[in-house]
């Protein structure tokens, strides 16, 4: 079992900044891949970023390319989404995953975080 907590969502203005945290606990050594997804109201869960585990093997939706950044403090178990000039189309809740793939596709992760409210003003 692995158990997933994030934090770091928030208010923020457009083309402001935020920093979420997604640590991870339990049976992390099962852990192939992490990745960031967000749901807005009347959306589907959509992918953000991604990364292995245990590599520098990363992964961007073409949305966020140069804006958004995914890493590890392997110390902490913590997987971190940097996230740069924040655009007032992007307010979602943000989950963060962990599965046996690094893919797009929600259904390839097994674990998911309780989710956090990250809202762009314009």
């Known amino acids: 079992q692995v158990q997933l907590v994030e934090s770091g969502g928030g208010l923020v203005q457009a083309g402001g900044s935020l920093r979420l945290s997604c640590a991870a606990s339990g049976r992390t050594f099962s852990i192939y891949a992490m990745g960031w997804f967000r749901q807005a109201p009347g959306k589907e869960r959509e992918f953000v970023a991604g990364?292995?585990?245990?590599?520098?093997?990363?992964s961007y939706s073409d949305s966020v390319k140069g804006r958004f950044t995914i890493s590890k403090d392997n110390a902490k178990n913590t997987v971190y989404l940097q996230m740069n000039s924040l655009r007032p189309e992007e307010p979602a809740v943000y989950y963060c995953?962990?599965?046996?793939?690094?893919?797009?596709?929600?259904?390839?992760?097994?674990?998911w975080g309780q989710g956090t409210q990250v809202t762009v003003s314009s």
């Open positions: 990364k292995r585990w245990d590599g520098d093997t990363t």
């Open positions: 995953a962990a599965g046996s793939r690094l893919v797009v596709n929600r259904r390839g992760y097994d674990y």
